[in-house]
């Protein structure tokens, strides 16, 4: 079992940057592959980033490429985005997941944060 809990979601102006953290709980966080998703209004939710468990690899998503970096500290439990030249598309609700590598779905989510970029 994994607890997860984001933070350092906000208001903030086009250009401006963010760093969101998601806080694990559980013996076994550090064995899991990590990922960002998003939900913004009347949108179904997407997925933003994912880091391999040990931190050697990432993907995202094209729309954030070259302006997100996720990461992750397994020391402290912890996973990272790292948001920059954020714009107006990128207002939503952001949740961190975990998911157990014997499987494809992401079986344990946060109650996510809210990022919102105004123009």
């Known amino acids: 079992q994994v607890q997860l809990v984001e933070s350092g979601g906000g208001l903030l102006q086009a250009g401006g940057s963010l760093r969101l953290t998601c806080a694990a709980s559980g013996r076994a966080f550090s064995t899991y592959p990590m990922g960002w998703f998003r939900q913004a209004p009347g949108k179904e939710r997407e997925f933003v980033a994912a880091?391999?468990?040990?931190?050697?690899?990432?993907y995202a998503t094209n729309s954030v490429e070259g302006r997100f970096t996720i990461s992750r500290d397994n020391a402290k439990s912890t996973i990272y985005l790292q948001m920059n030249k954020l714009v107006p598309e990128d207002t939503a609700v952001y949740y961190c997941?975990?998911?157990?590598?014997?499987?494809?779905?992401?079986?344990?989510w946060g109650q996510g944060t809210q990022v919102t970029v105004s123009s």
């Open positions: 997941a975990a998911r157990n590598p014997t499987v494809t779905t992401y079986d344990y």
């Open positions: 880091v391999s468990w040990r931190g050697s690899t990432t």
